[in-house]
């Protein structure tokens, strides 16, 4: 992680790093939006827990299980590899995830049969924020659905920033 306390240190969620096929329709734009984030993460200021790569490795196995469809080869399981090799995948300890999952249960589909990525992302951020760091989620799930709440959502009742994907490309593209 960088040495200045005063560094904004991203979190990312499943959700951005897929919706990036949407965001950016032209592969250039989308080369460019992975590129971008290859940078956060070689500057040590992007960071996701170890379940956002299982649920893309998942996503890959069993794509309509996920109700998305990653053509293969995937460039996003790739980036997520390369990233992990450049030490971004980063895990949220037990007790921070027991504490965040009891502040926001709702955030949890106990209905689902596969573990999701939310809780450790924003457990992974409530940690990080811990230690003094500005933090940001970056993530795409912004709809409520039912009694279960978005990861933005559960962000916002922590005061914890988020942002979508796209908005942070075109931020990064302005630096």
Do not use: N
């Amino acid at each position: 992680m960088t040495d200045d306390p005063h560094t904004r240190i991203r979190v990312l969620d499943t959700s951005s790093l897929l919706h990036l096929r949407y965001a950016f329709r032209r592969g250039e734009e989308r080369d460019e939006a992975l590129a971008l984030l290859a940078e956060e993460v070689a500057a040590k200021h992007l960071f996701f827990p170890p379940q956002v790569k299982q649920e893309i490795e998942f996503g890959e196995r069993e794509p309509r299980r996920v109700g998305v469809t990653i053509p293969p080869p995937s460039e996003y399981l790739q980036w997520i590899r390369d990233a992990c090799s450049a030490g971004a995948e980063r895990r949220p300890d037990d007790d921070i995830v027991s504490a965040t999952v009891k502040l926001v249960p709702q955030l949890v589909d106990i209905a689902s049969e596969r573990e999701e990525a939310d809780p450790y992302v924003l457990a992974l951020a409530v940690e990080l924020q811990a230690e003094g760091r500005p933090i940001t989620v970056i993530t795409d799930d912004i709809r409520d659905k039912g009694s279960l709440i978005s990861l933005a959502s559960a962000c916002g009742g922590l005061d914890i920033p988020s942002v979508r994907v796209a908005q942070l490309i075109a931020r990064l593209k302005r630096r």
